[in-house]
């Protein structure tokens, strides 16, 4: 094409159609803006905002041990999607354990408590069908 000669004046503006990635985000946007307008949302981002503007001492260091602890957890969980999803977690679980151990230590209390109730409710449900043969 020529730099100096007018373009043709039958140009026609095409967009292109949508993927079918673009049509999945954009009903899933649809779906969820009734709970993304509400004012609890708004507080929970604005909140989370200022914290992130100022957060305490150490905590973007604390934070980058805790996802370098998940990505070395993706990196040592290849093959199987169990070890997937079980590596980065429980790495991420110990690094943060470290830097915040008196809320570890009150999650472990009722992940134990719920724990030994679905362990119960299994153990009774295996002797139900036990005793019935």
């Given at each position: ?24 985000v ?9 709970y ?23 905590f ?74």
């Amino acid at each position: 094409l020529s730099l100096y000669s007018s373009p043709a004046r039958e140009t026609k503006y095409v967009e292109n159609p949508q993927t079918q990635l673009e049509e999945g985000v954009s009903r899933l946007r649809h779906v969820m803006e009734p709970y993304t307008a509400s004012s609890l949302c708004s507080d929970f981002f604005s909140e989370g905002y200022e914290f992130l503007q100022n957060p305490p001492a150490g905590f973007y260091p604390r934070l980058g041990v805790i996802g370098f602890a998940g990505i070395v957890g993706l990196f040592l969980a290849r093959g199987s999607r169990i070890k997937k999803l079980v590596y980065p977690a429980g790495l991420m679980g110990i690094g943060a354990s470290m830097y915040y151990p008196q809320q570890a230590v009150s999650i472990a209390k009722v992940a134990g408590t719920q724990l030994y109730d679905w362990s119960l409710q299994g153990y009774i449900a295996v002797e139900s069908l036990w005793k019935d043969n």
